[in-house]
């Protein structure tokens, strides 16, 4: 069966510290992507990773793929108020669909 | 550039009507994808269309149909519509979907409940 876990489903930080979000998945896939979504609204594209080893940046967010590993992390470095939101993970196992997990609400509190 | 618009954004319905739901793609896009996005399920994918062509589909009854035309707009059909059926469904787009790793671009969603 294709799955796609993520943990914490829930996760509640202080701003300031720094925290991660695991993403595992069933079988052998190099295609990775990382979505932010806030409450009522849609879906945002964070990241793209696309190999193993693969590894990218966007302000307080990092992402990385170990595909030997089926995990992708998704790092929150001194974490702000505005990144308060819900993080899904999505992998294609090779059929051209996209599998997602369950998804982390992230409270970031002062 | 404008983003990926979907209509209508909010919709009640009854059981065993039907409904037809809307998406517009970014300009230069060819391919839609569309989601169901539940409390209990999460995101499911329901299909993806490219080049009016559906590429892939996802495990729904065959209740859930779509289609895209020739400007790439696309729509989803339900028919015989099932109190499970409530639920937020997205659409995305992209230059060539999923099987050329391109990143997606969602739309706002249609909110659905069936009565």
């Known amino acids: 069966e294709l799955k796609v876990e993520q943990n914490p489903l829930f996760l509640s930080m202080q701003e300031g510290k720094n925290y991660t979000i695991y993403c595992n998945y069933s079988t052998t896939s190099d295609r990775l992507y990382w979505y932010r979504q806030d409450p009522g609204k849609s879906l945002e594209s964070l990241f793209v990773?696309?190999?193993?080893?693969a590894v990218k940046q966007e302000g307080r967010l990092m992402a990385s793929l170990d595909t030997k590993a089926r995990l992708s992390t998704l790092h929150i470095t001194a974490a702000v108020h505005d990144l308060s939101a819900t993080y899904f993970c999505a992998v294609d196992f090779g059929n051209e669909k996209l599998t997602f997990g369950t998804g982390t609400r992230l409270t970031i509190i002062p | 550039k404008a983003g990926v618009t979907q209509t209508p954004r909010y919709l009640i319905k009854t059981r065993g009507q039907q409904v037809t739901l809307s998406c517009s793609p970014i300009?230069?896009?060819?391919?839609v994808s569309w989601y169901q996005q539940t409390p209990g399920q999460g995101l499911q994918f329901l299909f993806e269309y490219f080049s009016e062509t559906q590429r892939n589909k996802g495990n729904f009854p065959g209740r859930f149909s779509g289609r895209q035309f020739s400007n790439s707009r696309s729509e989803m059909n339900v028919s015989t519509l099932e109190l499970g059926d409530s639920a937020l469904y997205l659409c995305?787009?992209?230059?060539?979907?999923?099987?050329?790793?391109?990143?997606?671009?969602f739309g706002p969603g249609t909110r659905l409940t069936v009565l």
């Open positions: 990773l696309l190999s193993n080893g």
């Open positions: 300009s230069g896009h060819r391919s």
């Open positions: 995305a787009s992209s230059l060539r979907g999923l099987a050329g790793t391109d990143t997606q671009y």
